[in-house]
RNA sequence: GGCGGCGUAGCCAAGUGGUCUAAGGCGAAGGUCUGCAAAACCUUUAUUCGUCGGUUCGAAUCCGACCGCCGCCUCCA
């Protein structure tokens, strides 16, 4: 049984889909105006986790990642460079699949824009002021927030307490200060476009509301974001589609915790942040996603170089047993025994953690003790069967890569390298092997160090050499 | 001011009523294997979970107070 802890009503509860084997999952992605920092990306690899181990569980999974591409921030860096808006957007989407690739994040089924959407949004802000729920003043159009009684449901404030706050912005056009902005209406040098309020552009939380509807319908699965959108962008949504609708909007919603810098969160107006392709040029994405997987995807995460690194001298441990049993399995015989090992142990293991409010710390605890076992028999006397490598490649292809996504799979020779490479490969070793009978040291050196220096790694195994990869 | 979260070894981090004399990773110390390496293995490294009280046969886990830190209430993953 899987259980997911739900931010609307604050428990850890049983996962049944709205509509099973189906699953539909959708999550904030980015305003595409800068590139995206090591915070979001936190967010992306955390949400890629979650579809990745609902496919592996078996559901159908259907994921939606909205872009947005018009907004306020988008509008300013335009100005600021004297460029079209539409061209800042462009560029940063591009940066921003880029990114993503380099991080082995699965690819969305749809990445909905909100551009693209403008029909439905007028569609959705229509169905709105019908009934009563959003009123408009001059070109704009607000939501009434009075008008629903569930305001507040998600982020648990109360109506009154919010208005008490000293923050909220004072705005005249609207009758309630909490009241939010469904469409705006166009500036000059703004992208606008028609609608029957006069021209304008929509306001930012509708776009979410009307993109997850249009793709995952009125009613579906899972909803997440950092835990920044909790209020006011989710409470938003929540109105403004169950408003429309009458019918819950979504069932799951789940939030991501801060990545921090000393204790602080990481956000570009405190300027306090590394973009993800920067961290991308010094780590290999392995090691940002076993830094996020180490630490549960509610919980706030301290960044820092230091546990960067700490990080990777892990991921070397995985890397390093990955590339033996790669090795090994090309050694060993027929012939050999199948040892007391019991795979479907850490299978269970496995998902016995990631089913638990997918609790990657505990989940990447079962693959370092899975490799602790199959290295303690490796180390023994014994040789073993290609069985028995298979299915630890297996097990780590499914669980470790499969969902988790922290095997260097590319640091494994043979998978591509070139035949003869190989075979050259295979001469230089025996004849290094010759030379270490004859204990000639020098020249078994000597091979063994230039080949470093070409990138491959020779390491000595009671069933003979093995090559690694740097 | 309102609402919410967090405080576990040198560091990171799971665990949220008995299996906890607390998982896993990094670091540190010693050892084994090896021609040397590399990798790996073995042993050691929290009788204790911010502090003080309480509930309970039993608490890191529940309750209360206090201390410290953070977030949301404005755009933000």
């Not at 049984?1 to 009503?9: Q, S």
């Not at 936190?42 to 907004?71: C, E, P």
Request: glycine share 6%.
């Amino acid at each position: 049984m899987m259980k997911i802890y739900n931010t609307l009503t604050k428990k850890k509860e049983e996962f049944i889909p709205v509509n099973p084997p189906n699953v539909g999952i959708y999550v904030c992605g980015p305003t595409v105006y800068d590139y995206f920092h090591i915070g979001n990306a936190r967010s992306f690899v955390m949400a890629d986790i979650i579809q990745r181990y609902m496919r592996y569980k078996g559901y159908k999974v259907k994921f939606v990642m909205n872009l947005t591409d018009v907004d306020d921030k988008i509008i300013k860096k335009a100005n600021e460079e004297g460029v079209d808006a539409k061209e800042i957007a462009e560029r940063f989407s591009e940066a921003f699949f880029e990114d993503i690739e380099k991080l082995k994040v699965r690819r969305a089924d749809v990445y909905p824009k909100a551009t693209e959407h403008i029909a439905e949004i007028v569609d959705l802000i229509k169905k709105l002021e019908k009934k009563g729920i959003a009123y408009r003043t001059n070109g704009d159009v607000f939501y009434d927030v009075l008008k629903f009684d569930g305001y507040g449901k998600l982020s648990g404030k109360k109506l009154d307490e919010l208005e008490s706050g000293a923050r909220v912005e004072v705005n005249e056009k609207k009758h309630n200060p909490l009241d939010f902005a469904l469409w705006k209406s166009a500036k000059p040098d703004e992208p606008h476009w028609e609608s029957p309020w006069g021209e304008g552009r929509p306001g930012w939380h509708i776009e979410c509301s009307a993109m997850s509807m249009k793709h995952l319908g009125e009613s579906f699965d899972i909803h997440a974001g950092g835990h920044d959108l909790i209020f006011p962008h989710h409470e938003n949504e929540i109105a403004q589609s169950e408003g429309a609708t009458g019918k819950p909007f979504v069932k799951y919603w789940i939030h991501f915790g801060f990545l921090n810098i000393r204790d602080e969160k990481m956000s570009k107006s405190l300027g306090n942040f590394f973009t993800a392709r920067e961290i991308l040029k010094k780590y290999p994405a392995e090691t940002i996603r076993l830094l996020f997987s180490q630490t549960h995807y509610a919980s706030p995460l301290n960044f820092s170089e230091e546990l960067l690194n700490s990080v990777n001298k892990g991921l070397e441990k995985i890397t390093n047993f990955y590339q033996t049993i790669n090795g090994l399995i090309n050694q060993t015989d027929e012939s050999a025994g199948y040892p007391q090992f019991d795979v479907q142990k850490f299978y269970h293991a496995f998902e016995a953690a990631m089913d638990d409010d997918f609790n990657t710390p505990k989940a990447v605890a079962v693959i370092y003790d899975f490799i602790k076992e199959a290295n303690k028999l490796i180390s023994g006397e014994k040789n073993y069967s290609k069985n028995f490598y298979a299915d630890i490649l297996k097990f780590m292809d499914k669980t470790a890569e499969g969902v988790l996504g922290i095997v260097q799979k590319e640091k494994v020779s043979q998978s591509d390298t070139p035949e003869k490479v190989d075979e050259l490969l295979d001469l230089l070793i025996k004849t290094r092997l010759e030379a270490k009978k004859s204990k000639n040291y020098q020249l078994a050196d000597m091979i063994r160090d230039e080949l470093n220096k070409l990138g491959y790694i020779l390491q000595d195994t009671k069933d003979g050499t093995i090559i690694k990869r740097k």
